[in-house]
């Protein structure tokens, strides 16, 4: 998304839903020009597949984000890490400035140049779990000085309290000591009790406000929060389409290799069961195995950016996981549409408009369910995507064996029988050949065919009248078990920390 895109995502859902939409954006546009970022609204930010704004840029976005609602004080953790000089320079100067707002920042940093130390109005240098010193970066010079620790001439007061404060793993014993030695020695001083004195002052005229008087912005509501998310999810997938430009590619690529392999497949009565059974197979299997493996990188892709924004309260979990669901399905749709339009009547498939759009159905229903799947891995591993790559072909291979090709249904065991009704290849199978198959005149040399394809589903334990009942609402069925799941699973690791 663009820079105030961003900005208005968060103020959406945020800020008071009752605030007019307008008044939203107008805070927004403020908010970006108080962080120095309005000549860069309109640009992406970017990701690891497309360019966008600097780093700088970023942190100060990250901070607008959360000057929204006005906070009184403001917790940054390492802000200046990864960025050169200039940049964290200024981003500590728009942190004075917001000061001067009556915002109070604590922020944490690791080793500032001398000119970012002093722009910090106080400092406090902590050591093994101590404060070594707390107050202004001119008194913490001093009170080395009068420790004993003075800070050479021309030398960053930061590194002299670094390397002062440091353990040195060869010496640990006597820096350790070096370490207490101060923490002692500033709990004696007078910069030490000039903190207590103020902290007694404020906490004399401080008053907790009365619980009645305390009030928090509204949370968007459910609806907002997963039309907000769609949005998002469709405006990124626009934007960067080279995933789904691949994932087209390869479909089409796909059916044009199927398309080849098969063509003008016969309805020959001596090939026409191993041939079509196989190419039905193949169909079922690949369009699967695409869906499984797309939806199971998902979520992981997601997985820390969601986990920021949910335990930032921007939205809850069931509505950006709704809006996965629901953005996937317009992709999942057109690829398949495209394929069949590619292969189906390449391959010698039943000329019927209605055979079409039944197989269409049967492919796009097995799919979705292999997206459910797909995403109950990736919900289940979380960020870790080789993970989510490797379970796929791994759960994969026990449904596959029961999908009743390579093994009758009669014969198989009664203790595998789990696998076997667990198995949405099956029920997608099931329908693709009931489809193909229910009343198929096959060909015979100068002879009427003792039969047709209805004793082919016959003869392979499939019964000829099931096309949709039970197979289409048991697919349905293991989908959704496995989206409750995969919403279960993700609920919770996205609530740890």
Same mark, same amino acid.
């Given at each position: 998304?663009? *820079? ?28 970006? &020009? ?28 990250? *901070?607008?984000? &959360? ?10 953790? !390492? ?16 942190? #004075? ?26 400092? +406090? ?20 000085? !009068? ?31 070096? +370490?207490?030695?101060?923490? &002692? ?39 907002? &929060? ?33 398309? *080849? ?11 026409? #069961? ?22 199971? /990188? ?8 969601? #986990? ?19 953005? !996937? ?114 060909? +015979? ?14 003869? /392979? ?37």
């Amino acid at each position: 998304m663009t *820079v105030i895109e961003v900005v208005l995502f968060y103020a959406n859902l945020k800020l008071d839903p009752r605030i007019p939409s307008a008044t939203k954006e107008s805070m927004a546009h403020k908010v970006l &020009q108080k962080v120095g970022l309005s000549s860069v609204k309109n640009t992406l930010v970017g990701n690891c597949d497309i360019g966008g704004i600097s780093g700088g840029e970023k942190t100060r976005l990250a *901070v607008a984000t &959360q000057l929204l609602l006005g906070p009184s004080l403001l917790f940054l953790d !390492e802000v200046t890490s990864g960025l050169d000089t200039f940049m964290a320079e200024s981003i500590l100067k728009l942190m #004075q400035e917001l000061t001067a707002f009556g915002c109070t920042i604590l922020c944490t940093i690791h080793q500032p140049a001398s000119e970012l130390y002093e722009l910090f109005n106080k400092v +406090c240098l902590v050591t093994e779990g101590s404060i070594a010193f707390l107050g202004s970066h001119k008194n913490a010079l001093a009170l080395f000085k !009068e420790a004993g620790y003075s800070c050479p001439p021309y030398h960053s007061p930061a590194d002299h309290f670094i390397y002062t404060l440091a353990i040195n793993p060869n010496d640990e014993d006597k820096c350790s000591e070096r +370490c207490s030695d101060i923490v &002692q020695f500033y709990r004696k001083s007078r910069f030490f009790d000039d903190i207590l004195k103020g902290i007694e002052k404020n906490s004399s005229t401080f008053k907790l406000s009365d619980s009645n008087d305390v009030k928090t912005p509204s949370n968007a509501t459910f609806w907002s &929060q997963f039309a907000e998310n769609v949005g998002r999810s469709f405006k990124e997938t626009h934007r960067n389409p080279r995933s789904i430009r691949l994932r087209f590619i390869a479909g089409i690529i796909l059916s044009i290799i199927i398309g *080849v392999f098969y063509f003008n497949t016969s309805n020959d009565i001596s090939t026409v #069961q191993a041939n079509k059974c196989g190419l039905i197979f193949l169909i079922v299997l690949t369009s699967s195995v695409r869906s499984l493996n797309f939806c199971a /990188m998902t979520i992981p892709k997601e997985f820390f950016t969601t #986990q920021r924004e949910y335990q930032n309260k921007l939205y809850t979990t069931l509505p950006y996981f709704l809006s996965v669901v629901l953005c !996937e399905m317009p992709y999942l749709v057109a690829v398949n549409f495209i394929q069949h339009l590619i292969f189906y009547f390449a391959v010698g498939l039943k000329w019927e408009a209605v055979a079409f759009f039944n197989a269409l159905c049967c492919t796009i229903i097995t799919s979705w369910t292999s997206c459910c799947i797909g995403w109950f891995i990736g919900a289940m591993v979380g960020p870790d995507q080789s993970m989510a790559v490797q379970l796929s072909g791994s759960l994969l291979m026990p449904f596959f064996l029961f999908a009743g090709v390579l093994k009758s249904d009669r014969d198989t065991p009664v203790y595998l029988f789990p696998f076997k009704y667990l198995s949405w290849l099956r029920y997608g199978f099931t329908m693709m050949m009931v489809n193909e198959f229910k009343d198929m005149e096959l060909e +015979c040399e100068d002879k009427e065919c003792p039969y047709n394809g209805t004793t082919i589903l016959l003869n /392979m334990g499939i019964n000829p009248d099931e096309l949709w009942w039970p197979n289409m609402p048991a697919n349905i069925i293991i989908g959704l078990g496995f989206l409750v799941m995969a919403w279960s699973m993700f609920a919770h690791k996205t609530a740890r920390r």
